[in-house]
């Protein structure tokens, strides 16, 4: 484990604009998730999340919301009871998507390993945060990303790497026929959050509000053309799911059914 303090970090400011209606926030959609003894029983997705978090000995998260989904803190309350995780919730100011969201725990996390993924994506192997940590540990990168294989069907973003695992080139939202993998979970030393917090003043102070949602890969290819440290752990036979979607949720219980065998991790270097 790091030697800094590691922080979980969960943007929960959506709209869910791809569900809408839902009758509650799409954090607290119930899905059933296999135990360990091989038995099924009703979890929120955004537990998966936060359980795997607490796996790589997380022990304090933020969870950053936007004003009206206090049914997320009035569920997991101080998150002791239901996931041995302490939580805090903080109400994000600007609408602009997950950067902004994120750059509000600023003050909170500034000198922190940050751990940070989405509520609504599953992912495994289960153990994927202590890889990314321990990476982060070994090489002091700036940032690290966790990458997954990228099924056929969809377009995301893609990362060209050199031989130690390094980001090189960073495409947002495009297939490259000679890519195979996409982010979907990440953690980061101060230096990023610190970058992302003056990158996103500066876009601001430059351009005013953005035209369409923000996302993460416009901060994270900035980061690689200013010259930062953004290393990779490649989970080859690792996989997720996004339910943010309804064709996410269609999947869903093939997904789940899989279960975990023959799921390992490997670092690219």
Not at 22 to 36: H, Q, T, V
Not at 103 to 132: K, R
Not at 202 to 228: C, D, K, S, T
């Amino acid at each position: 484990m790091s030697q800094r303090e590691v922080i979980g970090l969960v943007p929960m400011a959506g709209r869910a604009t791809r569900l809408s209606p839902l009758p509650c926030s799409k954090e607290l959609f119930p899905i059933a998730m296999p135990d360990s003894d091989g038995s099924a029983r009703p979890k929120v997705v955004s537990h998966f999340l936060l359980e795997r978090m607490r796996l790589a000995e997380i022990r304090k998260a933020f969870l950053v919301i936007r004003e009206g989904k206090w049914d997320i803190p009035a569920y997991y309350r101080d998150g002791t009871e239901i996931l041995d995780l302490s939580l805090a919730y903080i109400v994000a100011r600007l609408p602009y998507g997950p950067p902004f969201s994120l750059d509000t725990a600023y003050p909170f996390v500034q000198d922190a390993i940050v751990a940070m993924g989405f509520p609504d994506i599953l992912f495994q192997p289960d153990d994927a945060f202590s890889h990314l940590i321990a990476r982060q540990e070994a090489t002091q990168a700036d940032l690290v990303l966790g990458l997954f294989p990228l099924p056929e069907h969809l377009v995301d973003d893609m990362t060209e790497l050199d031989e130690s695992g390094r980001v090189r080139r960073y495409y947002i939202k495009q297939r490259v026929p000679h890519l195979s993998h996409s982010w979907m979970i990440a953690a980061w030393a101060p230096s990023f959050t610190q970058f992302m917090h003056e990158y996103l003043r500066e876009y601001l102070r430059a351009n005013g509000a953005p035209a369409q949602e923000f996302g993460m890969a416009h901060v994270m290819h900035a980061a690689v053309e200013a010259g930062l440290l953004v290393q990779t752990v490649t989970f080859h036979d690792g996989r997720f799911l996004d339910i943010g979607t309804p064709q996410g949720l269609m999947q869903l219980s093939t997904f789940l059914d899989a279960g975990n065998s023959g799921l390992r991790s490997t670092q690219s270097l």
